[in-house]
């Protein structure tokens, strides 16, 4: 079973003994759907393109519940995306620097 923790001054502290990890879990899904829900609305209402699918790269896109969240919010499937066929999905911003 694991804990939410903080640094404490001698280790790892528990940062609540009140919340289960599954409250605590319930918890984070929520914020990610509020926070990145909202966004994705935002974003897609200004962009007002059509889209039949989804690729997420850089770092978030190795959160499960991340693309789960977005996949829920689009109604559309969404996957990860591998950066030059190789890289992953976390060096798309470096990729396009040293590429660019």
Request: glycine share 12%.
């Amino acid at each position: 079973m694991g804990w939410l923790a903080v640094q404490g001054p001698a280790g790892l502290l528990p940062f609540s003994a009140a919340m289960s990890p599954a409250e605590w879990r319930s918890l984070r899904l929520s914020i990610k759907r509020a926070v990145l829900g909202a966004t994705l609305r935002r974003a897609l209402e200004e962009l007002a393109v059509p889209y039949e699918r989804a690729v997420v790269i850089g770092g978030q896109a190795g959160d499960d519940e991340v693309l789960a969240v977005l996949a829920r919010e689009l109604a559309t499937p969404v996957g990860r995306g591998d950066v030059a066929g190789r890289l992953g999905h976390r060096h798309a911003v470096a990729y396009g620097l040293a590429s660019g």
